[in-house]
Nanobody, 123 residues
């Protein structure tokens, strides 16, 4: 039911940075936990990062710990994914999603999904 639109993707060289944004429409945005997932061609969609609705808790996949940071601005209905030290294996379509509970790492933990934004990391 919640509308989500990702933006900020593009092509960067290995070692570079990108900041993805996810704009949400709908009521009570702060009540939703949020997550970022990614999917490369021919591969399963995988968990990247999660953030709680309003108390600041975050979690990350091991593959991105220390490189990616998830954050949100509830006053603007926005969620961000700051990505640094990008690697070619980070190339994927990145999706944001809303969840009923914080910390879910599977697709079934989330209810609404955006259309995705392409991130390509060249070597």
């Amino acid at each position: 039911q919640v509308g989500l639109v990702e933006s900020g993707g593009g092509t960067v060289q290995a070692g570079g940075s990108l900041r993805l944004s996810c704009a949400a429409s709908g009521r009570t945005f702060s009540s939703y936990a949020m997550g970022w997932f990614r999917q490369a061609p021919g591969k399963e969609r995988e968990f990247v990062a999660a953030i709680s609705g309003s108390d600041g808790r975050t979690s990350y996949a091991d593959s991105v710990k220390g490189r990616f940071t998830i954050s949100r601005d509830n006053a603007k209905n926005l969620v961000y994914l700051q990505m640094s030290s990008l690697r070619p294996e980070d190339t994927a379509v990145y999706y944001c999603a809303t969840g009923r509970y914080y910390g879910g790492r599977h697709r079934y933990d989330y209810d609404s999904w955006g259309q995705g934004t392409q991130v390509t990391v060249s070597s």
